[in-house]
């Protein structure tokens, strides 16, 4: 079975609008157009079996809907799993928490570029102590990302301070632990307590000797495969990972 971890979606409504406004942004192509309709006809196209939604409450107001959408699709898809969201800046974190792990959601997206805190920041206790209290895992996009191209938010240096504050938490750093900062993660992150999953590894070049060597010295438990989608082709994802040299069994 082939579960890809990353991937993105929106309401449909909201899909018009955001996905040709962030790949302006970007300057990088969309795989698809961002709606649920839309990656399940990707899955089928790339026998992709599974694949986890990070939704993401860039701000306060947000942070209901999001979560709303997400409990909708856990409700009526038996091949998508949607994640939650908690944003640092929110008046009922602890209360959201609880109603998304009452909902059966077990994990929560972070983006601190886009929440505009470092992952670091004291705002972001109060997200992975209710992650902590409920049992719940959070994913959090770490390193580069085009949206603040002169200052990253989640570094592996922060990720650390985080760990070390929080030595119980569940926690997933995308991008192979931050993207374009490998040696950071290789030195800081590499054997800890935390998961990295694929997703943009193959986009910015992350030589595959690196990434075999930071998967060989990794819990191989905690190494998930993602994508990104629809910002990269799960298929694509899927090649550079099968093109690694790692034994059949990792």
């Given at each position: 079975?082939?579960?890809?971890f990353h991937t993105h979606a929106f309401p449909d409504k909201v899909a018009e609008k955001a996905i040709p406004k962030l790949a302006?942004?970007?300057?990088?192509?969309?795989?698809?157009?961002?709606?649920?309709?839309?990656?399940?006809?990707?899955?089928?196209?790339?026998?992709?079996?599974?694949?986890?939604?990070?939704?993401?409450?860039?701000n306060p107001k947000?942070?209901?809907n999001v979560n709303n959408f997400a409990i909708e699709i856990n409700r009526t898809s038996d091949r998508l799993y949607a994640l939650g969201s908690l944003n640092p800046d929110s008046?009922?974190?602890?209360?959201?928490?609880?109603?998304?792990?009452?909902?059966g959601i077990r994990g929560v997206k972070i983006h601190p570029d886009y929440m505009e805190r470092t992952i670091d920041d004291e705002k972001f206790d109060a997200v992975f102590a209710a992650c902590v209290e409920n049992d719940m895992?959070?994913?959090?996009?770490?390193?580069?990302?085009f949206i603040s191209p002169d200052f990253i938010h989640c570094t592996p240096e922060r990720i650390l301070k985080v760990l070390q504050k929080f030595p119980s938490l569940k926690l997933v750093a995308?991008?192979?632990?931050?993207?374009?900062?490998?040696d950071e993660v290789e030195r800081l992150l590499i054997g800890k307590n935390i998961w990295i999953e694929t997703s943009l590894a193959p986009i910015f070049d992350l030589d595959k000797?690196?990434?075999a060597r930071m998967i060989k010295n990794h819990d191989p438990n905690k190494i998930l495969f993602g994508s990104d989608f629809p910002w990269y082709r799960s298929d694509l994802e899927y090649e550079y990972v099968?093109?690694?040299e790692l034994s059949d069994e990792l």
């Open positions: 079975m082939l579960i890809d302006g942004i970007g300057g990088i192509e969309a795989y698809g157009d961002g709606t649920v309709s839309g990656i399940i006809s990707r899955m089928d196209e790339w026998n992709v079996d599974r694949a986890v939604i990070l939704n993401i409450a860039t947000q942070q209901t008046d009922c974190i602890k209360e959201e928490a609880r109603r998304l792990r009452d909902a895992f959070a994913v959090t996009h770490s390193g580069w990302d995308a991008h192979m632990g931050a993207c374009r900062q490998w000797a690196q990434c099968d093109s690694l």
